[in-house]
């Protein structure tokens, strides 16, 4: 009998982490069974500790949109990393990456670079409060922004009472300024800023929400949004870590100004795909609202690591490839038939199906339709998505082990690989 390493290292991780994973949805809670420990990746591929090969379609929740081990991002990071690996001191990779955010995300005029998604997303809460002098915070349902404290609330209570904690350790009066609203409904949203008059300091959302598999707000809910945020004065803060360089080289922005001609955010936060793989994230404003940060302005915020030399250098790199003329058509493309293929192959097997995509950012539900909010997004036949899930892992196929996250295409994904995830569906689906 050949010994199974992955359910080796996981028992011998759960004596030592909590759960054996250093991020909740890596265990597998959702769909069972047992993790693969990943030994190594190239390209689209990733092994296991059993030497078994996937293909990949998660890209480390976002980070990888070039692929594993990209030859010239490599090669950036190797020449960076024999100039020092952190010095606690400004660099001029520091600007040139800042530039070259600002250069592709024209509503943000300075940027503050940061390690994690989560330091960005609370950092912006924080500006956004101290710039306004207000306190509430009004956020969606099934969006998420990283696991600051006033953001670990429980849905469906905010707009009726103080908002509960969906986590222990957040004390009530850390969350009693956050409102919880259903995704793309108008309704609640004016009810809200009626209810909370002179009193909301900020919006914030996901742009097309990748942490409820795929849902897009609609262009008419983020005009809304857009345009209670300037009639009260509160800042509307778009979360566009997954999104961000992604969906598009301008980000989700970019896609609603096409359709709302001049629509900007007051804040964006970013994350994943700036780093290329390696801990770094931003957030970035107008300069009037920038410049109310430590050391400029009152508003603190620092780091130790923070536009570390060796993730600028990354995610420098990533940032001028990705930028290359079609880059983003290739990828919508590619992710197009991934999602086409698949949904034909459930269609011919008579199962409910549907898919949206947007650059190399995917979503798919046992659904007959697309759904709109996170109530939704979880009425998908969860017992049907597990059966699915394990039939496309175990025939080498890495989707997200969980009904309600995303998907994400590199380019390094060839048709090959679309074909082949496609022809697995093809034998999954006769087995649900
Ligand atoms: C991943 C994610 C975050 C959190 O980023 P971390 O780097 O995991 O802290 C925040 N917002 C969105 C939209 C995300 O997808």
């Known amino acids: 009998m050949t010994i199974d390493k992955n359910a080796q290292l996981f028992e011998r991780a759960r004596q030592v982490i909590p759960g054996g994973v250093n991020s909740p949805v890596r265990a597998f809670n959702a769909v069972g069974g047992t993790p693969p420990f990943i030994a190594r990746a190239q390209g689209a591929y990733l092994w296991d500790a059993n030497g078994k090969q996937y293909v990949d379609y998660i890209g480390s929740w976002g980070p990888m949109i070039l692929g594993h081990g990209q030859a010239d991002v490599v090669q950036a990071v190797q020449a960076a990393l024999l100039d020092g690996f952190s010095f606690g001191a400004p660099t001029e990779r520091e600007v040139a990456l800042s530039e070259a955010i600002l250069r592709l995300i024209p509503s943000m005029e300075m940027v503050r670079l940061v390690s994690s998604g989560t330091e960005a997303g609370m950092s912006a809460i924080r500006l956004a409060r101290g710039y306004t002098g207000r306190n509430k915070l009004i956020k969606f349902n099934g969006c998420y922004h990283g696991h600051a404290d006033a953001l670990l609330v429980k849905a469906g209570s905010g707009l009726a009472t103080f908002g509960a904690s969906s986590s222990a350790g957040v004390p009530a009066e850390v969350v009693q300024d956050t409102v919880v609203l259903e995704y793309n409904d108008i309704a609640q949203l004016e009810e809200a800023f009626a209810k909370y008059e002179g009193q909301i300091a900020c919006v914030m959302m996901e742009p097309i929400a990748g942490n409820m598999n795929f849902v897009r707000a609609t262009p008419e809910f983020t005009l809304r949004i857009r345009q209670l945020c300037d009639a009260h004065g509160a800042l509307m803060i778009y979360d566009e870590v997954m999104t961000g360089f992604r969906v598009a080289l301008g980000g989700a ?67 001028e490839l990705i930028s290359q003329p079609g880059f983003h058509e290739r990828l919508h493309a590619q992710t197009g038939k991934l999602m086409a293929g698949i949904k034909a192959e459930a269609d011919a097997a008579g199962i409910p199906f549907c898919v949206d995509h947007q650059g190399g950012l995917f979503g798919f539900f046992l659904l007959p339709e697309l759904p709109s909010n996170y109530d939704a997004v979880m009425k998908s036949d969860k017992p049907l998505f597990n059966k699915f899930f394990h039939g496309m892992l175990a025939r080498g196929h890495y989707f997200a082990p969980a009904l309600y996250e995303a998907g994400f295409v590199s380019s390094a994904h060839t048709d090959a690989d679309i074909t082949s995830t496609i022809e697995a569906a093809r034998e999954v689906f006769k087995t649900l």
Do not use: H
């Open 253 to 319: 922005q970019s896609i609603y100004a096409q359709q709302l001609p001049g629509f900007q955010p007051d804040i964006t936060v970013m994350g994943k795909v700036i780093g290329g793989g390696m801990p770094m994230a931003a957030f970035g404003a107008r300069r009037e609202i920038m410049e109310k940060l430590s050391p400029l302005g009152p508003v603190y915020q620092a780091g130790t690591l923070s536009g570390n030399p060796i993730a600028t250098a990354c995610g420098l790199k990533t940032l």
